[in-house]
């Protein structure tokens, strides 16, 4: 599970570290290059084979984290897309934060297209 949200993914967390099969990271840089620079490390590094993204917007340049860009996530997508098909898995993301209406659902678009390899 990759965790983009801006805030830290308390429940996810409860929920799924106990269970040795599921791996759970929470992006922590909070300068853009880093955290496309840690998202990258992540996927690079990554071995599962189903990979989903706690997809919170928040971090939007327009909203409370103020670092990413549109793009950056159609670039977050396109990089978990290629680590699940490098283990022949699948991917998906569970809409979770994004508090400025005016840029979510473009946002949103970024990420699905990036996921779905355009
Ligand atoms: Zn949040």
Known sequence: MLDIDLHFGDGTTNILKPKD???VHNVAANRREEYLDEVRDEMENCHADIIGISAGFDNHEDDWGGTLFTGD???IGRM???AARRHGGGCFGI???GYN???LGRNVMALI???SGE
């Open 113 to 115: 297209e990036g996921l």
């Open 101 to 103: 209406h005016q840029v």
């Open 80 to 82: 978990v897309l290629h």
């Open 73 to 75: 996530y159609r670039e």
């Open 95 to 97: 809409l979770e934060g």
């Open 21 to 23: 099969y599921v791996t």
